[in-house]
């Protein structure tokens, strides 16, 4: 199976720590997307990339946050000075460029600051 | 602002029962899709609908877009404990190409054996 893979499946920091998660999209899919999930929430958008170019960012995205995408490939997000409202499930998902959007998400990775 | 609501939020029925969720909005979608999420995983697609009036069936699962391309509603027949979990509608950011999906905030559905 060569799905969206996300790496840790959970990571438990600290107020005040960084943390990076990787994400590894379907591997002909040249679009990839960071969203995040709170308890009873559906995903909010955080930003996309195309290719190794990050075309959109949310406002949610605050400057403690950012994502890379080197080569197109992989992609790398990294919360800076970690905050208790950053606990949440962030999610990867990957796309082919077409019409019609359909996003095919990884597993997520389960953020908790204590 | 493209919002999508669904409705209900909560429903808890009992296997075997039919039932019916709904995601609306006051924008046009030029598609949209329904995700299934399990507790602690990504959702998973289900479906993507693209033509007003657009019906798609998927097993005991059948997916409607509506006539002006507003709202979608998804049925299930025969429920099952396996059809346990958190639906979700989502579609394209109207913004020139379709580029993030904009999610609704799920129905969760819970089905009582």
């Known amino acids: 199976d060569t799905g969206v893979s996300q790496d840790p499946r959970h990571k438990i920091t600290k107020r005040g720590q960084n943390v990076t998660f990787r994400c590894d999209p379907i591997s002909e899919h040249n679009r990839l997307y960071w969203y995040r999930q709170t308890l009873g929430q559906g995903p909010e958008f955080l930003t996309y990339?195309?290719?190794?170019?990050?075309?959109?960012k949310s406002r949610l995205l605050s400057d403690r946050f950012s994502a890379e995408r080197p080569k197109g490939s992989f992609s790398t997000l990294e919360i800076q000075r970690t905050e208790q409202g950053d606990s949440a499930m962030y999610l990867c998902?990957?796309?082919?460029?077409?019409?019609?959007?359909?996003?095919?998400f990884g597993q997520g990775t389960r953020l908790t600051v204590v | 602002t493209q919002l999508l609501e669904q409705s209900p939020q909560f429903l808890s029925i009992q296997e075997g029962e039919n039932l019916t969720v709904y995601c609306n909005s006051s924008?046009?979608?030029?598609?949209l899709q329904w995700y299934r999420q399990e507790p602690g995983e990504g959702p998973v697609l289900l479906v993507t609908?693209?033509?007003?009036?657009e019906v798609k069936k998927l097993k005991r699962l059948t997916f409607q877009f509506g006539d002006a391309r507003k709202d979608s509603s998804l049925h299930i027949t025969a429920a099952q404990p396996g059809d346990t979990g958190l639906y979700l509608c989502?579609?394209?950011?109207?913004?020139?190409?379709?580029?993030?999906?904009?999610f609704g905030s799920g129905t969760q559905l819970t089905v009582l054996p």
């Open positions: 990339f195309q290719n190794e170019a990050q075309l959109e």
């Open positions: 924008s046009v979608f030029s598609s």
């Open positions: 989502a579609g394209p950011k109207l913004s020139g190409s379709a580029r993030q999906l904009t």
């Open positions: 998902a990957s796309s082919l460029v077409f019409e019609v959007t359909e996003a095919f």
């Open positions: 609908v693209v033509t007003g009036g």
